[in-house]
Structures are given as structure tokens and as C-alpha cells.
């Protein structure tokens, strides 16, 4: 049942999670994708397999594809926003199926919409199913990976979470929502239209970790700032020139009993090197000691991402049904 | 239930543990510990509670005490080695009381002895209570830290673990385990009679890591070297000459299939700051990724061990009865 796996979408992500839940030996027993030009396609030629004609066929019509599936694990990566997937996730735990989906605000729904959190459940319960969230951020790089740092802590204080990453490799989908190429005052017009996102995730991130540690987080504070680049940059998809808007720095501030508990700090950018930034994943937490650990260059956000919800797999096969948190589980890693 | 504490051994270990579980809160009902010293004293006095009155009176009949005793979680701390500590967590086991211990062969027992580990995981089985073993090293820096970076990882090659620590506060019993003040010859020859023992704990480190990755970890070789100091180093319990022994080179290699899969060194020694070293916990794993982590200094071993296992408390309360490893629970981190 484990090793049975649907693919819900299947764009860079869900390829990517194709290839490599076929490498470790998993069945593919359906794909979905609802692009006509992937639709009857045999998954090996859409997701780059190995043997391009192995099957199934990528089905557009998500009802009959995991309706006619025994019980298999979904992973799924079809969006990053709750209110875009909530239906379709909600669809593969009617039909038996447990899910594990890479979206953002899947890693803690609650705060993304309690109401669809608590759906969730109700329908994963109902149909002895589970579903749950997981990736680099949210879920690993500004959370899990933090409160495994904190074992060893008698008491925490404040969490200080940098993460600068390099978004060179993306495409312009991704590029638009930090901003990549605007002007300055650009920059700001798509912040107050909605064009502008940043990071998808500060809240699963805060959330996760205060659930955790069992703290109430009262309020969070974000700030969303332009990274104007003082040189020309250039990535495949993009090119940019000295004054020009390189990545947006967003950042996150978390309160308990009225101060400060969680500093979140995410510059996202093409090229940081061409500024001599270094990417790294840096985490310093404070209380009785303090614990500051980096590692550089960051976690990588793709592969890492895919690689965590297939790690997943086997992990949450064992969980009880309904709604699941990465910090419910034992640390989901790769089986051999 | 789970709020209820009774203290086995009451050395430096117990000590802290006693002074961080009365800080969060929790009740404690018994105390054991057979020194003379300690015996029928309030545990306020022995443990250094602000209350120095506070009770309960050590008791040096861990029997009785045990007995006497509602369901509780029993904090462990009289000894490393599996051999002198199971018939201690037995009786607590058969009385019917959860045992978190800090023995380091307790955090994977069957890597020291199968026999005595299946034995408690019956105990506690047939009583219902629960048993697993935490720390700093074995249990985190070299083993559960490094399982949480391959969250994100597709596959693991190798892991190299390098954990660089300061014996200086340690006294006189740890510093003689280790060869401390030996000449290089002395060590030597502790080596062969088994006075100079490196560090308690690989053999779990190795086996908590194959077992979570699913790996069958066919041999493991172990070096001890002498670490000669060539400057005079000086702690409140030892003073070293250029040329002494400061400390242990303790290294473990894992092979898998005829391959090194695992590499762990951990130098101890005293005052490592005199020749230039700085403490630090390195881990380095290879696979499709390479993720390195560093945190300098080392995770504090006795601070983090005694909080490791009161964080653990609460966790191991909702875990199934028997033997549990700290790889089968979410990650059991400090509770507010």
C-alpha cells in the first residue's frame, strides 16, 4: 500500500518527484496533470524518465484517475496557496488515499484557514486516511531543522532563522512573485496590488515551531523589502541591469507575551554572488545556551523539497488517520 | 501522570535533571540514590534546589522507594554501560514506571547487548511503561542532529561526524576514561587493561543512525589515539606537562556492503583552546547533496544531556509501551 504512489501534478516539482519515488522503487499507479499537452502522455516522457514510454498515462480528469486507483500515497504539487488546493486534496482523501503535499501552507493549513484545516481532518479521519504538508520552507530549513536544534536546550528564548538563497534556477513565475527585474518603485506598486508575494510560508514556519514548543504566538509582524542590485545580473530567464530590483528580502517577526520570539529572515535573489552574498542556511537559537548553527550553501529548495515528500512515504504510512504535522512524526528520512 | 518524576542517582547528571524538572513545574515524588552521603538528606539539599528543604528525603532503597511510588517517569542517571544498569530499569519497569535514562548504551541497547534489550522491551511491554535512553552524545550530536539534516536528502553516501569537545570542567573519574595526564606510553598500556576507555557511545550512534535509514551496518572499526599536548594545560582537577596525554582521538569507522559508510571522530581532551583548537560539532553528509553543518562551539554535553532527557518526558508519555529509541518519537524538544 506504501509503495503504491499517484502523482498530482506534474510540473518541475512533481517530475522531480516522479523520477525519484520511481528510483526508489515505489509503483506509479496514476498521474494527474490537467495540461493538455502532458494529458495521455505516458509519465515516462512527461517526467523525464529513464524509459520515456513508461506508464500510466498522465490523466486530465483527476475524479476517475483516483477513483479507479486502489489505497496509494498521493504526493501532490499543484500550488502553493490552501484555497487552491484544499478541493483537490480534499478529493484524493474521499477516494482513500493518503497525501502528502508540497503546497506552502499545507505544512500547517490552521494558519493559512482553520476552517479547511479542520475539514481536512474530518474528511482524512472519516475514510482512515492521512495528509500532510512537508518541504525545504516551510517545513525543514525555518522549522524542523530549528527544533532539532533545540533537543539538547533547556529553555528557548528566541529563534533567529536567516535563510539567503539563489533563485537563479528559476523560472518567470517564480522570478514575478519576488519581484526579479522591477524597478524600485515597481517593486512597491506590486507589493500594494498583490503582484509582489515574497516567501510563501513565514506563518506555516512560526506555527510549527510554536506548536511545538507549545507557546502562543500572538502577533507577526512582515516586511517585505526591494534588493536593488548594484550590478547587472543575468540568469537564463532573466536579465538585469545596476538599480534594478535582484530578489526581495521578506522578512518575519513573531511575538509572545508581548516581545519578540522569532526573527525570520529570508532574501531571496538572483545571482547573490555577483555582490559577494554567500547562500547559506543560518540558525541561532537563545535560552539557556545558545546554539548557532550554519550551513553553506543553503538546503536546496527543489530537490530537497522532493526529496522530503517522498522521504515521507514510508513514514506516514504509519501515522494515524487525519490531519498530520511534520512535527508529529519521527524525522522523515530517506529509506533505503 | 507524566507530571510525576522520581530521581535514580543523584551525581552531577541527577542533580541537574532534579533542578530543571522542579523548574518546569513538575512534582517530584521519589529520590534514590544508595550514597551514605546523600541518603535520608532532603533532595532540596543534595540536588541544590533554591529550597534547600524541599522534599522528598533520598531514599537508598530504590525497592521501596519504587513501590511506594504512584506510575511516574523515572529520571536515569547512575552509569554508561547497559551491563550495570538494567537490572535498575527493570525494577522501575516492573513497578510500573516509565524510565527515561541517560545511560549511553541505553540509547540503543541491542548495539551493547540484544538479549538485555529485548528483556525491557518485554518488561515494559508487559507493564505497560515505556523505556528509551537520550543524551547529548550518544543520542543527538553524532546521530539524531545528523538523521534531521537528511530530511531533505534523496539519498545518503556517507556521513562524516566530528564532534571537538572540552573535558575541563570534568573531574577526575571522566578525565582517567580518557588517559588524561598519561604519559603516551601509560595510555598505551590503558588501552590494553581497559582503564583508558575513549568514548562510550558509537556503537549506538552507528546502530540509531543504520536503523532509521534502514541500513545493515556490517563492521565497525575503532582507533583510540593519545592527543599529546606539547604546551603545559591546567583544569581545577589536572595539570598536564608539554608532552602529557590531554585527551583521547577516539574515531569509529562503519562499513555497509564493503563500504565506509560512516566516519565519526571526537577528540576530548582538556583546555583544546592551548594548541589552537576550537570545540565544535561538524557534520558533513554526502549523497545526492552534500549538506555540511557546523556549530562552534560544541553542543554543551552536560547542560544539553540533562535537558535532552527532561524534554523527553512529555514525548515518551504518548509513545506505545516497550523499548523505544529516540528515533521512533517527533523530536522531543523543551515544552513552555
Not at 517564480?174 to 524600485?184: E, K, Y
Not at 506590486?190 to 506555527?207: E, Y
Amino acid at each position: 500500500m506504501a509503495q503504491d504512489i499517484i502523482l498530482f501534478g506534474l510540473g518541475a516539482m512533481g517530475q522531480r518527484m516522479a523520477r525519484l519515488a520511481v528510483a526508489r522503487g515505489y509503483r506509479i499507479c496514476a498521474a494527474i496533470d490537467p495540461d493538455p499537452a502532458k494529458a495521455g502522455q505516458p509519465l515516462g516522457r512527461v517526467a523525464g524518465l529513464e524509459d520515456g514510454t513508461a506508464g500510466p498515462l498522465v490523466s486530465a480528469d483527476a475524479g476517475a484517475a483516483l477513483a479507479q486507483t486502489p489505497r496509494a500515497t498521493v504526493l501532490h504539487a499543484t500550488g502553493s496557496f490552501l484555497r487552491d488546493v484544499a478541493a483537490q486534496i480534499e478529493l484524493c482523501l474521499g477516494h482513500g488515499h493518503d497525501v502528502i503535499s508540497i503546497a506552502e501552507e499545507m505544512t500547517l493549513p490552521a494558519a493559512a484557514d482553520p476552517a479547511i484545516a479542520a475539514r481536512l481532518d474530518a474528511i482524512a479521519r472519516q475514510h482512515g486516511t492521512r495528509v500532510m504538508g512537508t518541504g525545504v520552507n516551510p517545513g525543514f530549513a525555518m522549522d524542523v531543522l530549528a527544533l532539532a536544534l533545540t533537543v539538547p536546550m533547556e529553555r528557548v528564548d528566541h529563534l533567529h532563522l536567516r535563510r539567503v538563497n539563489d533563485l537563479s534556477d528559476f523560472g518567470p513565475t517564480v522570478l514575478r512573485g519576488q519581484g526579479v527585474g522591477l524597478s524600485p518603485e515597481a517593486f512597491e506598486d506590486g507589493l500594494r496590488t498583490g503582484r509582489v508575494v515574497g516567501h510563501v510560508g513565514f506563518a506555516q514556519s512560526i506555527a510549527l515551531i510554536a506548536r511545538h514548543l507549545c507557546w502562543t504566538v500572538e502577533r507577526i509582524e512582515e516586511t517585505r523589502a526591494p534588493i536593488v542590485s548594484g550590478v547587472a545580473r543575468e540568469t537564463p530567464h532573466m536579465q538585469i541591469a545596476p538599480g534594478q530590483v535582484a530578489g526581495c528580502l521578506h522578512s518575519a517577526t513573531a511575538y509572545r507575551d508581548g516581545r519578540e520570539v522569532m526573527r525570520l529572515e529570508h532574501p531571496q535573489q538572483i545571482r547573490p554572488e555577483a555582490e559577494g552574498q554567500r547562500t547559506s542556511d543560518t540558525l541561532r537559537i537563545r535560552g539557556d545556551q545558545v546554539i548557532e548553527m550554519t550551513t553553506a550553501p543553503e538546503i536546496p529548495g527543489g530537490a530537497g523539497t522532493a526529496a522530503a515528500a517522498v522521504n515521507a512515504v514510508a513514514h506516514l504510512s504509519r501515522a494515524q488517520p487525519g490531519l498530520v504535522h511534520l512535527t508529529d512524526l519521527p524525522l522523515t528520512v530517506p529509506q533505503a
